[in-house]
């Protein structure tokens, strides 16, 4: 199947999506009203009680902004939103969800269920967002499958396996990518009237170390990458981080096709890579295996203000 072929049905998939979940919230929408309605008959046949409070002043913001995704924007104590709300002055309404995978927000109702609503928020308030973020990938390749990646290192075809990694990229995660984008832009356009600015991004190249998160230690998460590799006979870094630094390329590549198809003109794509070092000094911007740590997340999201401040 061609790419255009394939993005189509991704599209169907991704409108289909949206169209139930705006079917969905259409319903609560309308219970919402009656109970207002409900409410408003109540207090108009009660006597007021005491002077009305003037109602407060809108906070000053850089902007609202509405993101989806993984756990670059849902870590603890910090991430890429905790950063652009507190060090420069956003609002974000997220649905985030660390250990999310792409195929589950692109086909699971959870996520664009509740960023729908988050949407429905703003508009209530009269805050339309400055652009939707959207946060994913990473779990569909890293952790318990990640093995099935990789051929064995004293295998004749050592190192990563070319027809797998195409099929996961740049057919399961790439019509993942093509749904969600599908879904929440008619969501915005139903709901907001236009569509939205989205910001998507690759990942920077990480170090297999072994590390997960604070150690991954038990019921602790991670590690997500070097189990693998040492389950297919790899024990020297050098040769898993060069297999690591061809699959993030791989994994960015597609994210920026997908960015430039014809139906995603609003869509930005932000290429991360280099952004931090894997060189000896890469404990000091990676904090385990797959994310970076609250000095790294600075500068990632460094990149994520500079496309901000450009739309």
Same mark, same amino acid.
């Given at each position: 199947?061609?790419?255009?072929?394939?993005?189509?049905?991704?599209?169907?998939?991704?409108?289909?999506?949206?169209?139930?979940?705006?079917?969905?919230?259409?319903?609560?929408?309308?219970?919402?009203?009656?109970?207002?309605?409900?409410?408003?008959?109540?207090?108009?046949?009660?006597?007021?009680?005491?002077?009305?409070?003037?109602?407060?002043?809108?906070?000053?913001?850089?902007?609202?902004?509405?993101?989806?995704?993984?756990?670059?924007?849902?870590?603890?104590?910090?991430?890429?939103?905790?950063?652009?709300?507190?060090?420069? +002055?956003?609002?974000?309404?997220?649905?985030?969800?660390?250990?999310?995978?792409?195929?589950?927000?692109?086909?699971?109702?959870?996520?664009?269920?509740?960023?729908?609503?988050?949407?429905?928020?703003?508009?209530?308030?009269?805050?339309?967002?400055?652009?939707?973020?959207?946060?994913?990938?990473?779990?569909?390749?890293? +952790?318990?499958?990640?093995?099935?990646?990789?051929?064995?290192?004293?295998?004749?075809?050592?190192?990563?396996?070319?027809?797998?990694?195409?099929?996961?990229?740049?057919?399961?995660?790439?019509?993942?990518?093509?749904?969600?984008?599908?879904?929440?832009?008619?969501?915005?356009?139903?709901?907001?009237?236009?569509?939205?600015?989205?910001?998507?991004? +690759?990942?920077?190249?990480?170090?297999?170390? +072994?590390?997960?998160?604070?150690?991954?230690?038990?019921?602790?998460?991670?590690?997500?990458?070097?189990?693998?590799?040492?389950?297919?006979?790899?024990?020297?870094?050098?040769?898993?981080?060069?297999?690591?630094?061809?699959?993030?390329?791989?994994?960015?590549?597609?994210?920026?096709?997908?960015?430039?198809?014809?139906?995603?003109?609003?869509?930005?794509?932000?290429?991360?890579?280099?952004?931090?070092?894997?060189?000896?000094?890469?404990?000091?911007?990676?904090?385990?295996?797959?994310?970076?740590?609250?000095?790294?997340?600075?500068?990632?999201?460094?990149?994520?203000?500079?496309?901000?401040?450009?739309?």
């Amino acid at each position: 199947m061609t790419l255009d072929k394939a993005a189509a049905a991704a599209i169907d998939i991704g409108r289909k999506q949206a169209k139930e979940v705006l079917i969905y919230r259409s319903k609560a929408l309308g219970r919402r009203a009656r109970a207002l309605r409900t409410r408003a008959k109540t207090l108009s046949a009660a006597k007021a009680g005491g002077p009305s409070k003037a109602a407060p002043k809108a906070l000053s913001t850089a902007g609202v902004l509405v993101a989806e995704g993984d756990s670059w924007f849902d870590y603890p104590l910090h991430d890429i939103l905790e950063i652009l709300e507190d060090e420069h +002055g956003y609002d974000v309404e997220s649905v985030a969800h660390k250990g999310d995978s792409i195929e589950e927000m692109a086909y699971g109702s959870n996520q664009l269920e509740e960023f729908t609503r988050g949407i429905e928020k703003l508009l209530r308030r009269d805050a339309i967002p400055k652009a939707i973020l959207l946060s994913g990938g990473g779990n569909d390749i890293g +952790g318990d499958g990640f093995a099935m990646l990789v051929n064995h290192a004293r295998s004749s075809i050592a190192g990563l396996n070319d027809q797998v990694v195409n099929g996961i990229i740049d057919e399961r995660i790439q019509a993942a990518y093509i749904s969600i984008l599908a879904a929440v832009t008619q969501v915005c356009e139903q709901t907001v009237g236009k569509a939205l600015p989205i910001l998507v991004h +690759g990942y920077d190249y990480p170090v297999p170390d +072994g590390r997960g998160f604070l150690g991954g230690f038990g019921f602790l998460p991670g590690p997500w990458l070097e189990p693998g590799f040492r389950e297919k006979g790899f024990d020297d870094i050098q040769r898993t981080r060069a297999a690591m630094h061809d699959l993030i390329d791989r994994f960015n590549a597609m994210v920026k096709r997908v960015s430039q198809l014809q139906a995603f003109k609003h869509v930005k794509y932000i290429d991360l890579r280099n952004t931090l070092s894997s060189g000896k000094d890469y404990k000091d911007w990676w904090a385990n295996e797959l994310h970076p740590t609250r000095k790294g997340f600075t500068r990632i999201t460094d990149r994520f203000l500079a496309q901000l401040q450009a739309l």
